[in-house]
């Protein structure tokens, strides 16, 4: 009786096109500047709330799976794969023509392990993508085609054995997405300029508001621009009650300094054998804790702290922690340091 759908952070119109004892329709209208993101519903009725359901939102054409060949493009399909289900889909592509393919399917709340392919009419692999860890264990690929013709994208569960719920959700062409922003973090109150760090222009920068109310948060969704060649997941944020800082470029000598803490810095290992540098300043005696938030948020970089007394001597260090691949630890400061690097 009486079925809605309740999002979250998200204001559409909805039309209950029909109802029974089982199966509603509901046609949802969204705004048309609405950011990409990953959307949460529920289904309300007079009997109660259904559990959270996440779909994702952009300005894609929407298509359910057919078997039926590719016509235009960009395009998102959805389907469902279970057990040893392949799943082939066909277009028509040109030479140089760039071509992303991006398969949501744990990031939906799904149990696939997608694996997805691109072969050429000779069933010659193009391109490929794994589930990978900075994906949640969904899959993507960029790639250029190599010639004109007529090419498949193949779809299946990492070892043929799908569990549900299988549900998917493929996103096909030249698009652009931010998996990072520079910096990481914001305070609480503050503004910043974030760099969005994907496939999107590395120098657009967005403006972000870290709202002065509520507790601070590990992580804070972004607004991405509505704009039709940029699709989601919207990156997350770190939003804390002390200071923020975006890494300057600098040699790979140089050494970043930082105020007292409690501080936070964002940064960018971006050459082989790269090491980022700070020193701060402590009383000696003091307790600090020592953290890396990499992997934790979807970064592929697995990092090692070292603390040295500044000029040399290391006095402690830390690779994995419990959980994560993050380093962290906790550290006294030695009666004779003020300065830590």
Same mark, same amino acid.
């Given at each position: 009786?009486?079925?809605? *759908?309740?999002?979250?952070?998200?204001?559409? !119109?909805?039309?209950?096109?029909?109802?029974?004892? #089982?199966?509603?329709?509901?046609?949802?209208?969204?705004?048309?500047?609405?950011?990409?993101?990953?959307?949460? /519903?529920?289904?309300?009725?007079?009997?109660?709330?259904?559990?959270?359901? @996440?779909?994702?939102?952009?300005? /894609?054409?929407?298509?359910?799976?057919?078997?039926?060949?590719?016509?235009?493009?960009?395009?998102?399909?959805?389907?469902?794969?279970?057990?040893?289900?392949?799943?082939?889909?066909?277009?028509?592509?040109?030479?140089?023509?760039?071509?992303?393919?991006?398969?949501?399917?744990?990031?939906?709340?799904?149990? /696939?392990?997608?694996?997805?392919?691109?072969?050429?009419? #000779?069933?010659? !692999?193009?391109? =490929?993508?794994?589930?990978? #860890?900075?994906?949640?264990?969904?899959?993507?690929?960029?790639?250029?085609?190599?010639?004109?013709?007529?090419?498949?994208?193949?779809?299946?569960?990492?070892?043929?054995?799908?569990?549900?719920?299988?549900? =998917?959700?493929?996103?096909?062409?030249? *698009?652009?997405?931010?998996?990072?922003?520079?910096?990481?973090?914001?305070?609480?109150?503050?503004?910043?300029?974030?760099?969005?760090?994907?496939?999107?222009?590395?120098?657009? !920068?967005?403006?972000?508001?870290?709202?002065?109310?509520?507790?601070?948060?590990?992580? !804070?969704?972004?607004?991405?621009? @509505?704009?039709?060649?940029?699709?989601?997941?919207?990156?997350?944020?770190?939003?804390?009650?002390?200071?923020?800082?975006?890494? @300057?470029?600098?040699?790979?000598?140089?050494?970043? %300094?930082?105020?007292?803490?409690?501080? +936070?810095?964002?940064?960018?290992?971006?050459?082989?054998?790269?090491?980022?540098?700070?020193?701060?300043?402590?009383?000696?005696?003091?307790?600090?804790?020592?953290?890396?938030?990499? +992997?934790?948020?979807?970064?592929?970089?697995?990092?090692?702290?070292?603390?040295?007394?500044?000029?040399?001597?290391?006095? @402690?260090?830390?690779?994995?922690?419990?959980?994560?691949?993050?380093?962290?630890?906790?550290?006294?400061?030695? %009666?004779?340091?003020?300065? *830590?690097?």
């Amino acid at each position: 009786a009486n079925p809605r *759908l309740v999002f979250s952070n998200l204001h559409a !119109q909805q039309k209950i096109e029909s109802s029974t004892a #089982r199966e509603c329709q509901i046609s949802v209208t969204l705004p048309k500047d609405v950011s990409p993101h990953t959307a949460l /519903l529920r289904l309300a009725t007079d009997a109660g709330v259904s559990n959270v359901v @996440a779909v994702g939102v952009d300005g /894609l054409l929407q298509q359910l799976a057919s078997g039926q060949a590719i016509t235009s493009l960009p395009v998102a399909i959805s389907g469902t794969l279970t057990g040893s289900t392949i799943i082939r889909q066909e277009l028509h592509g040109k030479k140089g023509q760039r071509l992303v393919v991006d398969v949501e399917s744990q990031r939906l709340g799904a149990k /696939l392990n997608p694996v997805v392919r691109l072969v050429d009419e #000779r069933e010659t !692999q193009i391109a =490929w993508s794994p589930g990978v #860890r900075t994906l949640a264990g969904d899959a993507r690929f960029v790639t250029q085609l190599p010639a004109d013709g007529r090419y498949t994208i193949v779809l299946h569960d990492e070892l043929y054995r799908g569990t549900g719920p299988g549900h =998917w959700r493929m996103k096909i062409g030249d *698009l652009n997405f931010v998996d990072h922003t520079l910096p990481l973090g914001v305070a609480r109150g503050k503004s910043a300029k974030l760099t969005m760090l994907g496939s999107s222009p590395q120098s657009q !920068q967005l403006p972000f508001d870290a709202s002065p109310e509520g507790p601070a948060v590990l992580q !804070q969704p972004f607004s991405l621009p @509505a704009t039709a060649d940029l699709v989601g997941p919207a990156p997350v944020l770190f939003v804390s009650d002390h200071e923020e800082f975006a890494e @300057a470029p600098a040699g790979e000598s140089a050494v970043h %300094k930082l105020t007292a803490a409690p501080v +936070a810095v964002s940064g960018r290992l971006t050459a082989d054998n790269e090491k980022d540098r700070y020193e701060i300043p402590v009383t000696p005696g003091e307790k600090l804790r020592i953290e890396l938030f990499a +992997a934790r948020a979807g970064s592929p970089i697995d990092g090692v702290i070292d603390v040295h007394r500044t000029g040399g001597g290391r006095l @402690a260090g830390n690779d994995d922690q419990a959980g994560t691949s993050d380093p962290g630890l906790d550290f006294t400061a030695p %009666k004779d340091v003020d300065k *830590l690097e």
